[in-house]
């Protein structure tokens, strides 16, 4: 397998002198603008820094964590029949890629397949796209791997190269925006995709609030720790002063809505320093900063989801539970040509 270096898509760096400066200049700015607020909230992408994505991989891991498992069944299923509908060459883009390890066993498949393989993926971390580049190079020497550092929508714009496009979603990650920004963030890959490119999107289902809750309230506390380290990450890159030990981890399911909505509730009076921005954050006993959403879906939502994103469902796939589902949906002829 050739190795690359890193894509890097350009982003403007907080510059002042300090050990902090490397911190960029969105995290920053979102941090203002989402602590400065009546309703506080955070971007989910800020969860994961090198940190947040090892603890998320032990999510991924537990037994109330039922999404990973259930994506991981349909995929060792489904993987060569995914492999033939691809066509050759091919790229393989994985927005949020984190680990690969579940495109791994997909690249082998189409590497089976005979088709010749470029898998970019996409990932903020830089830390984590380097280890799973050396753990790539191990599984599946035969695909060229093109790591990208960006946000997605960065990640799709600089995409290289010639041949079909195979994009991974995986992980209910499509979850953590609201249906209508869901439908508008397909509308806007479809227009970076030429027709018949596919994307593979993994899609969680409605279920019983137990079940939901469970799976973003673990009983060993990986979730809490996932959650909180966010703003250790602030303090860390923004020289704040956040004691972790006075917010407690909270996830609920919202039935109105058809999401798990997950907070980081301060546990007393406090008020909270912000060096790197200059700024005081004031919050009262049970007052929440909103971390992220997880929207879940019925089989008529991703219906309606794909009608107004301007694709075809070619595909569906559940797993054994009836929990989970992994749907190809395919560019028509109309789609934009890059």
Not at 26 to 51: I, N
Not at 293 to 300: E, G, I, L, V, W
Request: glycine letters at 8%.
């Amino acid at each position: 397998m050739k190795r690359h270096a890193i894509e890097d898509s350009p982003t403007p760096r907080i510059r002042d002198g300090t050990p902090e400066a490397g911190a960029d200049r969105r995290f920053a700015d979102d941090v203002r603008a989402g602590l400065g607020g009546d309703e506080k909230s955070l971007p989910c992408v800020y969860l994961y820094d090198a940190r947040g994505s090892l603890l998320f991989e032990r999510i991924t891991l537990l037994p109330e964590y039922y999404l990973t498992r259930a994506e991981y069944e349909i995929i060792g299923e489904r993987a060569d029949e995914i492999a033939r509908m691809a066509g050759d060459p091919v790229r393989v883009v994985e927005l949020g890629s984190g680990s690969a390890a579940k495109a791994v066993t997909l690249l082998r498949a189409l590497a089976k397949a005979n088709r010749s393989v470029t898998y970019f993926p996409v990932d903020v971390c830089d830390d984590v796209l380097r280890k799973s580049v050396v753990g790539l190079e191990e599984d599946v020497p035969e695909v060229e791997v093109r790591p990208i550092r960006a946000r997605y929508r960065e990640g799709l714009a600089s995409l290289p190269g010639v041949g079909q496009v195979l994009l991974f979603w995986l992980g209910s990650s499509i979850g953590n925006l609201d249906r209508n920004q869901a439908a508008s963030f397909l509308c806007d890959v479809r227009d970076r995709l030429s027709s018949g490119d596919r994307m593979l999107i993994g899609i969680d289902l409605r279920k019983d609030t137990k079940t939901l809750e469970a799976a973003y309230n673990d009983s060993a506390g990986i979730t809490a720790e996932f959650n909180l380290n966010l703003l250790r990450r602030i303090n860390r890159e923004l020289r704040a002063d956040f004691e972790l030990e006075r917010f407690e981890h909270v996830a609920c399911w919202n039935p109105a809505d058809g999401r798990i909505e997950m907070y980081l509730e301060s546990r007393s009076q406090q008020t909270v320093r912000i060096g790197a921005l200059g700024m005081t954050v004031n919050l009262a006993p049970g007052e929440r900063i909103h971390t992220e959403n997880s929207y879940k879906y019925m089989p008529n939502e991703i219906e309606a989801l794909a009608d107004r994103a301007g694709v075809e469902i070619e595909e569906q796939w559940f797993d054994s539970g009836g929990l989970f589902s992994l749907h190809s949906l395919r560019v028509g002829g109309s789609s934009a040509h890059r």
